[in-house]
């Protein structure tokens, strides 16, 4: 076993701090704000023009000049992605005193966690990584994943929440309910093109569907 663990968090409200202004600094960066996170502030003497717009945007707080130890201290969330591995180093520990999960860009072993390719389809979120083993290879799993799950899943798994809602209220007996969210997902994933159909009516139809034995 290598250690790690996967997890998804929840980011809002949540200090994010990136240390570096780069390319890599700017991957970290988009797919925070993907993920809707809301106190982002990048710390570097100089920045991507696409990190510089997002500042001047009011989005994310950038502070222009080197790293301090301090700047570790509010974190929640770290990232050691400048391009001096004895900073990056410097980071690394000092969040970790600090009480913040870390990201080491140039050096996994330092920090706390990693960062895997994501997909993400509304609130359909595909994670991969190779564990440091290898970026590439989860950056091309990635691809094939995104083409097979298109956007259309976006809407899948939004109407699977609402019959799932549905379902919460209506069906009481757990194991019933069990079985008919199982059946749902699997309708969903058949025959994704029925997105017009209402959840009632859908609930409904997947209790017809066990009252007469065909699971
Ligand atoms: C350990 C880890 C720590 C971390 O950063 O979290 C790490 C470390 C390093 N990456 C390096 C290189 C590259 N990284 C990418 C791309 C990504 N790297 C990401 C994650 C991770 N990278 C973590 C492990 C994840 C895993 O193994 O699955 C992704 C998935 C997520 C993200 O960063 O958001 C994102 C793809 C996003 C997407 O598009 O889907 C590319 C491709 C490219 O740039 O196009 C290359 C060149 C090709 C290659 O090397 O494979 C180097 C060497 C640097 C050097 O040579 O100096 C190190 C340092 C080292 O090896 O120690
Ligand atoms: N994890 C990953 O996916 C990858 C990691 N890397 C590693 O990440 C490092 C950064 O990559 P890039 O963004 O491409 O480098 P880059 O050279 O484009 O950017 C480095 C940034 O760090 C800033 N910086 C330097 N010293 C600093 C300090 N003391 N305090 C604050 N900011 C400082 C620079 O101003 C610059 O903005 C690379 O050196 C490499 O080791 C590289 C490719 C992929």
């Not at 509304?122 to 083409?147: C, F, R, Y």
């Not at 976006?154 to 007996?173: C, I, M, W």
């Not at 859908?202 to 569907?209: F, I, V």
Request: aromatic fraction near 4%; proline fraction near 4%; charge should be neutral.
């Amino acid at each position: 076993m290598n250690g790690y663990y996967p997890v998804v968090l929840q980011l809002r409200g949540k200090r994010c701090v990136i240390v570096g202004g780069g390319g890599v600094a700017q991957r970290k960066l988009l797919g925070l704000l993907e993920a809707g996170a809301d106190q982002v502030t990048v710390i570097s003497p100089d920045v991507t023009p696409a990190i510089g717009k997002l500042a001047e945007e009011g989005v994310i707080r950038t502070e222009l000049r080197e790293y301090e130890e301090a700047d570790s201290a509010g974190a929640w969330l770290l990232f050691a992605a400048t391009n001096d591995r004895r900073v990056n180093a410097a980071i690394a520990a000092d969040g970790e005193r600090h009480g913040a999960l870390v990201n080491a860009a140039d050096e996994a072993e330092r920090g706390t966690f990693i960062s895997p390719s994501v997909v993400r389809r509304g609130d359909l979120l595909l994670a991969v990584t190779a564990s440091g083993a290898s970026p590439a290879l989860s950056q091309l799993i990635k691809t094939e994943l995104a083409e097979r799950y298109g956007p259309e899943y976006e809407q899948v798994t939004a109407r699977l929440r609402s019959l799932r809602e549905k379902a919460v209220s209506r069906l009481p007996d757990e194991r019933q309910r069990r079985i008919v969210l199982k059946l749902a997902a699997e309708e969903a994933l058949q025959r994704h093109n029925r997105s017009n159909i209402d959840a009632d009516e859908w609930l409904t139809g997947l209790l017809h569907r066990l009252d007469r034995g065909q699971p």
